[in-house]
T-cell receptor, first 111, second 112 residues
Framework: QQQVKQSPQSLIVQKGGISIINCAYE??????FPWYQQFPGKGPALLIA?????SEKKEGRFTISFNKSAKQFSLHIMDSQPGDSATYFCAARGNTDKLIFGTGTRLQVFP | KAGVTQTPRYLIKTRGQQVTLSCSPISGHRSVSWYQQTPGQGLQFLFE???????NKGNFPGRFSGRQFSNSRSEMNVSTLELGDSALYLC???????????FGPGTRLLVL
């Protein structure tokens, strides 16, 4: 019940395309859902986050869509750029600071 | 504000040794969490400290321990190292429960 399932494991997108990464969770006590971006040799960096009282949040080219009834959330990267090539992790958190991470998606954006 | 800093950045140890990793949180942050990242297991929560008290602990053996000092700096210790402890150890800090966690660059530990 503590797992967060993430798919796909890897994603190849052409420059200008849309990248979509999906996550699903079981624990209804989770109330905070961040996405982190990680480049090789670096720690994860917070990209965007959402709470379950909204269904969508957009920041620039990055959008989180949240479906509370289905217990799913997804990250959409519009107009994907080669600089977006990184590993993306979804995560979930309840009333503690313990983040439960998905398994990661390696995104490659080709020019 | 300076970000989360971790020292050392790289470490090579042999089986059976022990290691201590250090984390300095963002100024003003009182919560520090530690995570282990490996290709096989991904990012896994080790423990979290707030105001020098351990508040949460993940499913790791007792060889993994930590502590937090009054200035919020934290250390984690791994005793009797095993080959499987080779990983990137990440520290994250936040201002408190429910606030955004910011990660440091990690300490890459290699156990030979």
């Amino acid at each position: 019940q503590q797992q967060v399932k993430q798919s796909p494991q890897s994603l190849i997108v052409q420059k200008g395309g849309i990248s979509i990464i999906n996550c699903a969770y079981e624990n209804t006590a989770f109330d905070y859902f961040p996405w982190y971006q990680q480049f090789p040799g670096k720690g994860p960096a917070l990209l965007i986050a959402i709470r379950p009282d909204v269904s969508e949040k957009k920041e620039g080219r990055f959008t989180i869509s949240f479906n509370k009834s289905a217990k799913q959330f997804s990250l959409h990267i519009m107009d994907s750029q080669p600089g977006d090539s990184a590993t993306y992790f979804c995560a979930a958190r309840g009333n503690t600071d313990k983040l439960i991470f998905g398994t990661g998606t390696r995104l490659q954006v080709f020019p | 504000k300076a970000g989360v800093t971790q020292t050392p950045r790289y470490l090579i140890k042999t089986r059976g040794q022990q290691v201590t990793l250090s984390c300095s949180p963002i100024s003003g942050h009182r919560s520090v969490s530690w995570y282990q990242q490996t290709p096989g297991q991904g990012l896994q929560f080790l423990f979290e400290y707030f105001s020098e008290t351990q508040r949460n602990k993940g499913n790791f053996p007792g060889r993994f321990s930590g502590r937090q000092f009054s200035n919020s700096r934290s250390e984690m210790n791994v005793s009797t190292l095993e080959l499987g402890d080779s990983a990137l150890y990440l520290c994250a800090s936040s201002g408190g429960t429910g606030e955004t966690q910011y990660f440091g660059p990690g300490t890459r530990l290699l156990v030979l």
